[in-house]
């Protein structure tokens, strides 16, 4: 069975750095295709592609973050870590990670989801 | 930046077609990808590669392109596919990108 699971704070202050961790089981990052990507959502708004990466550690970053986003992958832990920067209260939104078997496969698996809140 | 557009909202009688379309001028070159969502829920894949259905998605969800159009067709609504529909493709440079989402209301 494979799931996912996000974790990380809830709350953050403006200007901090914020860390996710997407932590996972049944499948391995390892395996040729394999690729995990970081998603966010508003509340009350649209879908908001992040970043990628893929088994063989090549990164792909949404063009209007990628100076702030950093996406790496820890096999050994099946773990992939966002780190974005300068946290702003525009960014309270809910962050999911999903795994794509494939390239062309889409996002068949989510996480649950980590509510995150940029508040002083 | 690359833009896939949505109609914000569909409404139909159960047992009626739902379409929801999606507009990207690179959608004849990229594939495009369909989740639904409902509320307080992660998304759900239900179409990839613009007309594929994974395993345990009904029949009754299916997908088209046709030029830099892309559509979700759901025939036979049920009140239980009252969701928010998303596309989701890339741009010409392989970035992915999300629409901004149709909410599906069954009457």
């Known amino acids: ?120 | 930046s690359y833009e896939l557009t949505q109609p914000p909202s569909v409404s139909v009688s159960p047992g009626q077609t739902a379409r929801i379309t999606c507009s990207g001028d690179a959608l004849p070159k990229q594939y495009a990808y369909w989740y639904q969502q409902k509320p307080g829920q992660a998304p759900v894949l239900v179409i990839y590669k613009d007309s594929e259905r994974p395993s345990g998605i009904p029949e009754r969800f299916s997908g088209s392109s046709s030029g830099t159009t892309v559509t979700l067709t759901i025939s036979g609504v049920q009140a239980e596919d009252e969701a928010d529909y998303y596309c989701q493709s890339a741009d010409s440079s392989g970035l992915w990108v999300f629409g901004g989402g149709t909410k599906l209301t069954v009457l």
């Open chain 1, 1 to 120: 069975q494979v799931t996912l699971r996000e974790s990380g704070p809830a709350l953050v202050k403006p200007t901090q750095t914020l860390t996710l961790t997407c932590t996972f089981s049944g499948f391995s990052l390892s395996t040729s295709g394999m690729c995990v990507s970081w998603i966010r959502q508003p509340p009350g708004k649209a879908l908001e592609w992040l970043a990628l990466i893929d088994w063989d550690d090549d990164k792909y970053y949404s063009t209007s973050l990628k100076t702030r986003l950093t996406i790496s992958k820890d096999t050994s832990k099946n773990q992939v870590v966002l780190t974005m920067t300068n946290m702003d209260p525009v960014d309270t939104a809910t962050y999911y990670c999903a795994r794509i078997p494939e390239a062309a496969n889409g996002m068949d698996v989510w996480g649950q989801g980590t509510t995150v809140t940029v508040s002083s």
